[in-house]
T-cell receptor, first 112, second 113 residues
């Protein structure tokens, strides 16, 4: 089955800095990679996703890049703000079961 | 509208109780899911329903019993739970199960005493 590794487990940045979270996956047939943001006590919310037919996708301050050859994808947040503080999960779609496998999460703390 | 509604938001139950968690979506999605999430961990898949039929059961103990009465509703029946079953239970839905965006409900916080 699919295995997703996510790093780092915690990330502290100053407001205005950029933050990068990286994930690797094992199933070369996986073709869909969403990122979820989960604030304390709330549900995971989809913030951006990418499919394997593109290499990069941007939405305002967030972007995701995908390297299919290396089987890794990354989340980039620019001009971070305190409200970006949350746990971020990457995920990959299992080609066999058509279900998501999540990374272990990254706790992002943005200090004012 | 990308709303998945779950009730109740909080539930405290004893180990001999029978209770149910409910989930509803009106997006016309044909796939619905139950996930379990413990603190500081990612969501873990429990069940997948596709076109109202159970398609995946991730070896979940029988004290958890899912039910899909129709394409908009998904229930999780709980019986004889253990304290370690205390967690956030998340319902989710997607258009299909082939790479479609998965939307999560707010979750039901379950405490077993």
């Amino acid at each position: 089955g699919e295995n997703v590794e996510q790093h780092p487990s915690t990330l502290s940045v100053q407001e205005g800095d950029s933050a990068v979270i990286k994930c690797t996956y094992s199933d070369s047939a996986s073709n869909y990679f969403p990122w979820y943001k989960q604030e304390l006590g709330k549900r995971p919310q989809l913030i951006i996703d990418i499919r394997s037919n593109v290499g990069e996708k941007k939405d305002q301050r967030i972007a995701v890049t995908l390297n299919k050859t290396a089987k890794h994808f990354s989340l980039h947040i620019t001009e971070t703000q305190p409200e970006d503080s949350a746990v971020y999960f990457c995920a990959a779609l299992n080609s066999g079961y058509s279900t998501l496998t999540f990374g272990k999460g990254t706790m992002l703390l943005v200090s004012p | 509208d990308t709303e998945v509604t779950q009730t109740p938001k909080h539930l405290v139950m004893g180990m001999t109780n029978k209770k149910s968690l409910k989930c509803e979506q009106h997006m016309g999605h044909r796939a619905m899911y139950w996930y379990k999430q413990k603190a500081k961990k990612p969501p873990e898949l429990m069940f997948v329903y596709s076109y109202e039929k159970l398609s995946i059961n991730e070896s979940v103990p029988s004290r958890f019993s899912p039910e899909c009465p129709n394409s908009s509703l998904l229930n999780l029946h709980l019986h004889a739970l253990q304290p370690e079953d205390s967690a956030l239970y998340l319902c989710a839905s997607s258009q299909g199960t082939r790479g479609d965006t998965i939307y999560f409900g707010e979750g039901s916080w379950l405490t077993v005493v």
